[in-house]
T-cell receptor
Framework: GQNIDQPTEMTATEGAIVQINCTYQTSGFNGLFWYQQHAGEAPTFLSYNVLDGLEEKGRFSSFLSRSKGYSYLLLKELQMKDSASYLCAVRDKDYQLIWGAGTKLIIKP | ETGVTQTPRHLVMGMTNKKSLKCEQHLGHNAMYWYKQSAKKPLELMFVYSLEERVENNSVPSRFSPECPNSSHLFLHLHTLQPEDSALYLC??????????????FGPGTRLTVL
């Protein structure tokens, strides 16, 4: 079967750096997405990786290693508003999105 | 309005009720999706419409009935639901094609409670 693994919950301190990992086993690969979802709100698109390497967007970066079936989302200079769930999703060979259960990130002052 | 909107935001219904969830997208997309989101579980894709035709139905019970009258509107009709159907129901849209980078944009969801 197809599977996406992410930690259930992480805690970090305001101003620090946190890395949220995502590992996947899917039938084929056509890209990996990261979404942010604040409690009670819509998931919002953060990043898309299809080639190996690091993509940087301001305070957020996303890394992909296709050979290892691994990605991470790196958040720098954490702010209280970054407290949210972060969802990892992989598009498989049939272009279906396979979702992880999400990582709840708690930021402490 | 912009983006993807959903109404109602909250819904409480009994098991014998009939209700409908509404979704509207203002992004000019050609595909719309219904997802179920339960606590600590991955998003479950329920239905997909592309160019107003249903292209996917992931073994969803018949008590859920989708309707897509045009490319901007999507409904989910509910009847004789069970308490385990309580969840957040998310609508999404995208400009679909066979490109891996097609990004789905989500509405805020309807929090459904079945008593």
């Amino acid at each position: 079967g197809q599977n996406i693994d992410q930690p259930t919950e992480m805690t970090a301190t305001e101003g620090a750096i946190v890395q949220i990992n995502c590992t996947y086993q899917t039938s084929g690969f056509n890209g990996l997405f990261w979404y942010q979802q604040h409690a009670g709100e819509a998931p919002t698109f953060l990043s898309y990786n299809v080639l190996d390497g690091l993509e940087e967007k301001g305070r957020f970066s996303s890394f992909l290693s296709r050979s290892k079936g691994y990605s991470y989302l790196l958040l720098k200079e954490l702010q209280m508003k970054d407290s949210a769930s972060y969802l990892c999703a992989v598009r498989d060979k049939d272009y279906q999105l396979i979702w992880g259960a999400g990582t709840k990130l708690i930021i402490k002052p | 309005e912009t983006g993807v909107t959903q109404t109602p935001r909250h819904l409480v219904m009994g098991m014998t009720n009939k209700k409908s969830l509404k979704c509207e997208q203002h992004l000019g997309h050609n595909a719309m999706y219904w997802y179920k989101q339960s606590a600590k579980k991955p998003l479950e894709l329920m239905f997909v419409y592309s160019l107003e035709e249903r292209v996917e139905n992931n073994s969803v019970p018949s008590r859920f009935s989708p309707e897509c009258p045009n490319s901007s509107h999507l409904f989910l009709h509910l009847h004789t639901l069970q308490p385990e159907d309580s969840a957040l129901y998310l609508c999404a849209s995208s400009q679909a094609g066979l490109a891996g980078s097609d990004t789905q944009y989500f509405g805020p969801g309807t929090r459904l409670t079945v008593l």
